[in-house]
Protein backbone atom coordinates (compact mmCIF):
# COMPACT_ATOMS: atom_id res chain seq x y z
CA UNK A 1 0.00 0.00 0.00
CA UNK A 2 1.51 3.17 -1.06
CA UNK A 3 1.58 5.84 1.74
CA UNK A 4 3.34 8.99 2.38
CA UNK A 5 3.36 10.13 5.86
CA UNK A 6 4.26 14.25 7.00
CA UNK A 7 5.69 15.48 10.10
CA UNK A 8 7.88 18.22 11.49
CA UNK A 9 5.05 20.93 11.88
CA UNK A 10 4.73 22.50 14.61
CA UNK A 11 4.38 26.53 15.87
CA UNK A 12 6.84 29.06 14.91
CA UNK A 13 7.13 32.96 15.59
CA UNK A 14 7.25 35.05 12.42
CA UNK A 15 11.00 34.84 10.78
CA UNK A 16 11.87 31.40 12.37
CA UNK A 17 12.70 28.00 10.42
CA UNK A 18 10.84 25.05 10.36
CA UNK A 19 11.93 21.46 8.44
CA UNK A 20 9.10 18.96 6.86
CA UNK A 21 10.08 15.62 6.42
CA UNK A 22 7.41 13.23 3.97
CA UNK A 23 8.27 9.41 4.56
CA UNK A 24 7.44 6.95 1.73
CA UNK A 25 6.30 3.10 2.82
CA UNK A 26 4.71 0.89 0.79
CA UNK A 27 6.94 1.76 -2.28
CA UNK A 28 10.40 3.22 -3.53
CA UNK A 29 10.16 7.19 -3.66
CA UNK A 30 12.62 7.21 -6.45
CA UNK A 31 10.29 6.43 -8.82
CA UNK A 32 8.30 9.85 -8.55
CA UNK A 33 8.25 13.12 -8.62
CA UNK A 34 7.27 14.42 -5.36
CA UNK A 35 4.92 17.99 -4.21
CA UNK A 36 4.51 19.90 -1.61
CA UNK A 37 1.46 21.72 -1.27
CA UNK A 38 -0.58 23.71 1.94
CA UNK A 39 -4.01 24.81 2.20
CA UNK A 40 -4.70 27.18 4.82
CA UNK A 41 -8.64 27.62 6.20
CA UNK A 42 -11.06 28.40 3.76
CA UNK A 43 -8.45 28.43 0.68
CA UNK A 44 -7.82 26.09 -1.79
CA UNK A 45 -4.99 23.70 -2.07
CA UNK A 46 -2.23 25.52 -3.48
CA UNK A 47 1.21 24.27 -4.87
CA UNK A 48 4.14 25.01 -3.11
CA UNK A 49 7.17 23.38 -4.49
CA UNK A 50 8.07 20.01 -6.18
CA UNK A 51 11.28 18.25 -6.86
CA UNK A 52 12.02 15.39 -9.84
CA UNK A 53 13.14 11.56 -9.27
CA UNK A 54 16.75 12.62 -9.47
CA UNK A 55 16.56 15.73 -7.30
CA UNK A 56 18.25 17.51 -9.98
CA UNK A 57 15.08 19.63 -10.95
CA UNK A 58 13.10 21.72 -8.72
CA UNK A 59 10.21 24.33 -9.17
CA UNK A 60 8.46 26.58 -6.24
CA UNK A 61 5.50 28.93 -5.56
CA UNK A 62 6.34 32.88 -6.46
CA UNK A 63 5.17 33.40 -2.76
CA UNK A 64 8.09 31.11 -1.45
CA UNK A 65 10.84 31.40 -3.44
CA UNK A 66 13.96 32.07 -2.03
CA UNK A 67 12.69 31.32 1.58
CA UNK A 68 11.76 27.38 1.08
CA UNK A 69 14.26 24.64 -0.47
CA UNK A 70 12.66 21.32 -1.02
CA UNK A 71 15.52 18.36 -1.39
CA UNK A 72 15.16 14.24 -1.22
CA UNK A 73 17.18 11.74 0.26
CA UNK A 74 16.12 8.77 -1.62
CA UNK A 75 18.50 6.36 0.84
CA UNK A 76 16.20 7.44 3.53
CA UNK A 77 12.93 7.54 0.97
CA UNK A 78 12.12 10.58 2.29
CA UNK A 79 11.52 14.42 0.69
CA UNK A 80 12.13 17.48 2.54
CA UNK A 81 10.65 20.98 2.48
CA UNK A 82 13.41 23.64 4.74
CA UNK A 83 11.31 27.08 5.13
CA UNK A 84 12.61 29.89 6.21
CA UNK A 85 12.15 33.37 7.31
CA UNK A 86 8.30 32.11 7.95
CA UNK A 87 5.58 34.19 7.29
CA UNK A 88 1.96 34.40 9.58
CA UNK A 89 0.38 33.88 5.77
CA UNK A 90 2.40 30.57 5.53
CA UNK A 91 0.29 29.29 8.53
CA UNK A 92 -1.45 26.00 6.65
CA UNK A 93 -1.98 21.80 6.89
CA UNK A 94 0.98 21.20 4.77
CA UNK A 95 0.91 17.84 2.25
CA UNK A 96 2.94 15.77 0.49
CA UNK A 97 1.86 13.69 -2.65
CA UNK A 98 3.46 11.61 -5.38
CA UNK A 99 3.30 13.50 -9.02
CA UNK A 100 1.54 11.24 -11.53
CA UNK A 101 0.87 13.44 -14.77
CA UNK A 102 0.69 17.05 -15.51
CA UNK A 103 1.40 20.82 -14.16
CA UNK A 104 3.38 20.57 -11.55
CA UNK A 105 2.10 23.37 -9.10
CA UNK A 106 -1.62 21.51 -9.62
CA UNK A 107 -3.04 19.30 -7.29
CA UNK A 108 -4.54 17.84 -9.74
CA UNK A 109 -1.64 15.94 -11.04
CA UNK A 110 -1.05 14.36 -7.52
CA UNK A 111 -2.23 11.23 -5.80
CA UNK A 112 -1.49 9.36 -2.82
CA UNK A 113 -1.51 12.30 -0.38
CA UNK A 114 -0.17 12.08 2.87
CA UNK A 115 -3.15 13.28 6.32
CA UNK A 116 -1.10 16.41 6.63
CA UNK A 117 1.31 18.41 9.26
CA UNK A 118 -0.06 21.54 10.59
CA UNK A 119 2.23 24.47 10.49
CA UNK A 120 1.06 27.51 11.93
CA UNK A 121 3.36 31.14 12.14
CA UNK A 122 2.65 33.12 15.04
CA UNK A 123 3.82 35.57 17.63
Known amino acids: QLQLVESGGGLVQPGGSLRLSCAASGFTLDYYAIGWFRQAPGKEREGVSCISRSGGITNYADSVKGRFTISRDNVKNTVFLQMNSLKAEDTAVYYC????????????????WGQGTQVTVSS
Open 97 to 112: AVHISGYYLSASAYKY
